[in-house]
């Protein structure tokens, strides 16, 4: 089954609270049954590796009550310097980008010693030949569709032939995909192999959130 992970670009601890409120009600079921979302991801930028800067202090997470299972995408410079921060802010995954790092190995290495997931992000103009060198060691690959640095952009379509290449080489490799996310698009991105789909816009600038994020469900399901 495929994955629908909202995604958040905080500009303030605040807004986190705020946004994690509005998807309570599908994080915490009352009901016994399967939550319909099992992990936030936080969209985290330094206005270097991206132009857009955001919220940056991983220790605040750890007020949060109820265990949320937050996953960080570091769209950042030199990533390696980042990491340090958020390996036990309570994260369940890390994710950089192929494009920002010269040592892969080490962010592996420090995530994995710490118990974190870690994964590799690519550009949608980033040939999938620069991540293979490190796909049996990595635990997700995140497909980006659109230009990093805001939401709301159009899904790019040539990301699904990347998607479908990757699959086609490799069935177990866990594959996301972050950008453009709506309806329909939602479930071509699915078809084309995806394990999970990263949506922001969709849910959070819609007229009801709770109706968007189940039509994203059903979409992926």
């Known amino acids: 089954m495929t994955e629908l992970i909202p995604a958040i670009i905080p500009q303030s601890f605040d807004e986190i609270k705020q946004k994690i409120k509005l998807l309570e009600p599908f994080i915490f079921r009352q009901d016994g049954e399967e939550p319909f979302i099992r992990s936030v991801q936080l969209d985290i930028m330094d206005g270097k590796f991206v132009e857009s800067t955001t919220w940056n202090n991983p220790e605040e997470l750890k007020s949060f009550s109820e265990p949320v299972n937050f996953e960080a995408h570091l769209m950042v410079e030199n990533p390696e310097i980042y990491v340090e921060n958020w390996l036990y802010s309570g994260v369940v995954r890390i994710i950089t980008h192929i494009e920002a790092t010269t040592d892969p190995d080490l962010l592996i290495k420090l995530c994995h010693d710490a118990g974190i997931q870690y994964g590799i992000a690519l550009n949608p103009e980033t040939s999938n030949e620069k991540i293979i060198s490190w796909i049996d060691k990595v635990d997700e690959i995140l497909f980006l569709a659109v230009k990093p640095g ?72």
């Open 150 to 221: 805001r939401g709301g952009q159009e899904f790019q379509k040539p990301v699904l032939d990347k998607i479908k290449k990757l699959r086609s080489r490799y069935l177990n490799v866990k594959i996301g995909v972050d950008g453009g996310i709506k309806v329909g698009i939602a479930r071509q991105v699915k078809e084309a192999g995806a394990d999970m789909v990263i949506a922001g816009s969709a849910i959070f600038k819609a007229p009801n959130i709770g109706n968007a994020l189940m039509a994203l469900v059903r979409d992926v399901r």
